[in-house]
């Protein structure tokens, strides 16, 4: 177990049905973070004196987005976060200045008009800053967990995150939802560069290394000291495991698996003093873990004596059956104190006063929470310290992007690169020479930082959006000149003077959450522009070099057969010259650094990722890796990798790549969406009502079945990343649906697409609760078919197909260069539908329109 203790006698954990907890079998502790008795007698006096409606306040935090700092006056809230995609005046590339003019601004309103029987209480005001402090342009971008786990460097660590919190602390801000702490063993998973390992050891060391970075170490001056900011340690429990690496759906471990692997950071990380915990979306044997009493308090704060306070993931509620985004008892009742509410805030408090006053939320329950809340934010001195504009440290941010900031960032790029081949020991490379570089990613800033970079996505940066960052190929012409070589880029790889060498920086671009997630592992399937340059300039004769910028590890035998060298590179951040140092030897010749970073992932040999046999840590547990986790190179080794396999071996199932819905499974990273005209809510359970009740959908393999209720219009709706559908509709493409009609439509049916998600649950809070729109989404339009005739008519219990050319959807005014919804279904009545497969097929769209 590593860091994990188990105490007591085994259970027979095997005889008991999936998804039972047994308290006793994990590990007893004591939190590191004493409680001071003059600490606690100030949180009972001030709880003693607090209202209810006080008292309730403190369990909500609300989005910038949908809040104004004089809605405090009214509304006590307990905290307010900057999402993803929010930023003071919806500008996501404002200032530092602006950041701490607003974080201000929130706290002065949160402790105007204070009661008169007790002193005000802050808000907590918390942002993502997963590494370093990246919505503000011009911080440092450190590398993502998932280089950091290949440094094996917990020192190194630490000073990222003292570093990161000395970015945040300038703005103003208390609080970080960071680290994640995730053991992920299918890295298909779009939050897989989260995570720092697959081996629960690692994460284990880790955890309380960023922790102490982070908060300070704590029992010394400087635990959450001036310059330091609160951590988070997330997702508990069991994110990192969930079926197929799907975001947010079900873990389906044994509860050992889940103590021993995916809880393993969560002892060490309360052991150093961790105070804030966000619980998970995903489920552990169909339990939302948002509504997981055995684990939240049994475990979390009964076994694990955990002193903090446990918040909710954004809107989560909503994903609990029974509950909408406005009202969830049962959440609470589970363990979770704070509601991560961004914009469904004020209907929430509503809700839960009305449940206080009424006795079903007992005073027992509120103050234990209450407690848990004011005792942080004592601790985190939000009581002494005034406000965030007069802090020390704060407005000085010369600090964001700083020389030492940027050094501790290159130096973790420089040890987080894995060299994976290095035939005829071609690394590293001579200075002096001509370097070609090229490869869509080799001058991409953006790129190289990956997601959760300015905004949520990451996908909308330009190397402006990173003043004082160093690109891949600046880095790259930097070393080069300096030693009297040339360095040329060229993005095709073309070439007028012949190189001495090739450098072809490619991978993926950025992305997050379930946004990210795959179905295999296969590299870039439908484009192969990079390994048709990678194979031209090894036809030349030219030495290739490949650096391979990646959330994860990903199947490219192909590129490795085409390449002499190839380096994983990760996501390494805003400091691109870190890779150029570990390239290119020094001008007199002699080796700089040599590479020292190890896999923390095992690395696949085929398209499919791993597989563990037991749940332990050891390496010769994992079946199926072409490079096993430890692996990388020196480039003092002599080692010659044999030609590899070129066929991924996908299952037949996952060989289609037209495939939106199949056998009761959305083709990742498409997801499944309920909507009515307030709202949306994404199916992660086998059962989804939208939040109005207008549609419901549940999951029963090898079908989904839609219901719409009539109460008012609804929509099913198949979304995702925004994908240009132009040239497969000028390929006579049509969109192709096996469907059953359960009862038959008692208003009309549309079928379309549209340019967006029709609702949005993870954009600025104000754009969830707009109606479908067909007409234009900015300049794009999305376009749908009256298909209420063919459904009517379809024989009730019968399976049918559909087929809707494309081209009647462009005839109808739809733009399909950028789809975010492929497949939607609308009507406001009664009506009821099964659907087994949805597909788009080239060359099959010569019906006739609907």
């Known amino acids: 177990m590593g860091a994990v203790a188990v105490v007591g006698s085994s259970v027979g954990w095997a005889a008991d049905s999936p998804g039972v907890i047994h308290p006793p079998e994990w590990p007893a502790a004591a939190p590191a973070t004493a409680m001071d008795p003059k600490t606690e007698q100030f949180v009972e006096q001030l709880i003693g004196s607090m209202s209810s409606e006080e008292k309730v306040g403190q369990l909500i935090q609300a989005d910038i987005g949908s809040i104004k700092p004089e809605d405090l006056h009214r509304y006590k809230l307990g905290s307010i976060l900057a999402g993803g995609n929010a930023a003071p005046g919806d500008d996501v590339r404002t200032t530092a200045a602006r950041w701490l003019e607003l974080v201000d601004e929130f706290y002065r309103a949160s402790i105007a008009q204070p009661s008169p029987q007790h002193a005000a209480v802050p808000i907590l005001f918390a942002i993502d800053a997963v590494h370093g402090h990246t919505h503000i342009p011009g911080a440092t971008v450190f590398p993502h967990?998932?280089?950091?786990?290949?440094?094996?460097?917990?020192?190194?660590?630490?000073?990222?995150?003292?570093?990161?919190?000395?970015?945040?602390?300038?703005?103003?801000?208390?609080?970080?939802?960071?680290?994640?702490?995730?053991?992920?063993?299918?890295?298909?998973?779009?939050?897989?560069?989260?995570?720092?390992?697959?081996?629960?050891?690692?994460?284990?060391?880790?955890?309380?290394?960023?922790?102490?970075?982070?908060?300070?170490?704590?029992?010394?001056?400087?635990?959450?000291?001036?310059?330091?900011?609160l951590a988070t340690i997330k997702h508990f429990l069991g994110d990192g495991g969930t079926l197929a690496g799907r975001d947010q759906f079900d873990n389906q471990s044994d509860e050992r698996t889940l103590r021993d692997v995916h809880a393993?950071?969560?002892?060490?990380?309360?052991?150093?003093?961790?105070?804030?915990?966000?619980?998970?979306?995903?489920?552990?044997?169909?339990?939302?873990?948002?509504?997981?009493?055995?684990?939240?308090?049994?475990?979390?704060?009964?076994?694990?004596?955990?002193?903090?306070?446990?918040?909710?993931?954004?809107?989560a509620q909503e994903q609990i059956p029974g509950c909408t985004k406005f009202d969830c008892l049962e959440m609470f009742m589970a363990g979770v104190d704070m509601y991560m509410a961004p914009d469904s805030w004020r209907e929430l408090y509503a809700n839960l006063l009305d449940q206080v006053q009424s006795g079903r939320i007992s005073r027992q329950r509120l103050d234990d929470a209450v407690r848990r809340i004011l005792r942080v934010k004592a601790l985190a001195g939000l009581f002494d310290k005034g406000p965030p504009g007069q802090r020390p440290g704060a407005g000085h941010f010369e600090t964001l992007g700083s020389t030492g900031h940027r050094a501790i960032a290159r130096a973790a790029v420089r040890q987080s690169l894995v060299l994976l081949k290095n035939d005829g020991r071609l690394l590293p490379l001579d200075p002096h020479a001509r370097i070609l570089v090229a490869g869509s990613a080799a001058d991409d800033i953006g790129i190289q930082c990956g997601g959760w970079t300015i905004d949520w996505q990451g996908d909308h940066n330009t190397n402006a959006d990173f003043p004082g960052a160093t690109s891949i190929f600046g880095g790259i012409k930097a070393a080069v000149e300096a030693a009297g070589g040339t360095a040329t880029l060229s993005l095709d790889g073309s070439f007028g003077q012949r190189p001495a060498a090739a450098i072809v920086v490619f991978g993926e671009?950025?992305?997050?959450?379930?946004?990210?997630?795959?179905?295999?592992?296969?590299?870039?399937?439908?484009?192969?522009?990079?390994?048709?340059?990678?194979?031209?300039?090894?036809?030349?004769?030219?030495?290739?070099?490949?650096?391979?910028?990646?959330?994860?590890?990903?199947?490219?035998?192909?590129?490795?057969?085409?390449?002499?060298?190839?380096?994983?590179?990760?996501?390494?951040?805003?400091?691109?010259?870190?890779?150029?140092?570990?390239?290119?030897?020094?001008?007199?010749?002699?080796?700089r650094q040599d590479f020292t970073g190890r896999l923390s992932f095992s690395w696949p040999a085929t398209a499919m990722p791993v597989t563990f046999t037991d749940a332990g840590a050891d390496a010769s547990a994992v079946q199926g890796a072409l490079f096993p986790r430890g692996f990388g190179l020196s480039v003092t080794q002599r080692t010659q990798l044999r030609r590899l396999a070129e066929d991924p071996q996908l299952p037949p199932a996952l060989r289609a790549r037209d495939t939106l819905f199949h056998a009761g499974h959305v083709t990742a990273p498409w997801s499944i969406y309920v909507s009515d005209p307030t709202s949306s809510v994404r199916l992660t359970t086998a059962t989804a009502p939208s939040p109005g009740g207008a549609v419901t959908a549940q999951l029963d393999?090898?079908?989904?079945?839609?219901?719409?209720?009539?109460?008012?219009?609804?929509?099913?709706?198949?979304?995702?990343?925004?994908?240009?559908?132009?040239?497969?509709?000028?390929?006579?493409?049509?969109?192709?649906?096996?469907?059953?009609?359960?009862?038959?439509?008692?208003?009309?049916?549309?079928?379309?697409?549209?340019?967006?998600?029709?609702?949005?649950?993870?954009?600025?809070?104000?754009?969830?609760?707009?109606?479908?729109?067909?007409?234009?989404c900015g300049t794009r339009t999305g376009a749908s078919l009256d298909v209420t005739a063919r459904l009517a008519a379809a024989p009730i219990g019968s399976w049918q197909t559909i087929s809707i050319p494309l081209a009647c959807l462009t005839e109808a005014g739809a733009d399909l260069s950028h789809v975010s919804a492929p497949f939607v279904v609308t009507t406001a009545g009664t009506f009821a539908l099964s659907l087994s497969e949805v597909r788009i097929v080239r060359g099959a769209g010569n019906t006739a329109c609907p």
Not at 180 to 205: C, H, K, N, Q
Not at 510 to 538: C, I, K, M, W
Request: proline residues 7%; contains cysteine.
């Open 509 to 591: 671009t950025p992305y997050a959450e379930f946004e990210g997630d795959r179905e295999t592992l296969e590299f870039s399937p439908n484009d192969r522009s990079h390994l048709q340059v990678l194979r031209r300039l090894r036809a030349a004769g030219i030495p290739v070099v490949s650096v391979f910028i990646s959330g994860r590890p990903l199947w490219v035998n192909r590129e490795l057969n085409a390449s002499d060298a190839f380096v994983a590179a990760w996501l390494p951040g805003s400091e691109g010259a870190g890779i150029a140092d570990l390239l290119f030897r020094r001008a007199d010749g002699s080796t």
């Open 701 to 776: 393999a090898p079908v989904a079945r839609a219901t719409w209720s009539g109460r008012s219009p609804g929509a099913l709706s198949i979304v995702g990343r925004a994908a240009d559908f132009g040239a497969l509709a000028r390929g006579r493409g049509a969109l192709i649906v096996r469907y059953r009609v359960e009862s038959p439509p008692q208003q009309p049916v549309r079928i379309g697409m549209v340019c967006e998600a029709p609702y949005a649950t993870r954009t600025p809070p104000d754009s969830s609760a707009r109606p479908i729109n067909w007409a234009l």
């Open 145 to 229: 967990n998932i280089g950091l786990g290949a440094t094996h460097n917990a020192a190194l660590i630490e000073q990222i995150g003292q570093a990161t919190a000395e970015e945040v602390a300038a703005t103003g801000i208390d609080w970080t939802f960071a680290p994640t702490i995730a053991v992920v063993r299918d890295v298909r998973w779009g939050r897989a560069y989260e995570s720092y390992s697959e081996d629960p050891a690692l994460v284990a060391a880790y955890a309380p290394a960023m922790l102490a970075g982070l908060q300070g170490a704590v029992g010394t001056a400087e635990f959450l000291a001036p310059g330091r900011v």
């Open 264 to 315: 393993a950071g969560y002892p060490p990380a309360i052991a150093a003093g961790a105070l804030t915990l966000m619980a998970s979306y995903n489920s552990w044997h169909g339990i939302k873990m948002h509504a997981n009493h055995a684990l939240l308090t049994d475990v979390l704060k009964g076994r694990w004596h955990y002193p903090g306070f446990v918040v909710g993931d954004w809107n």
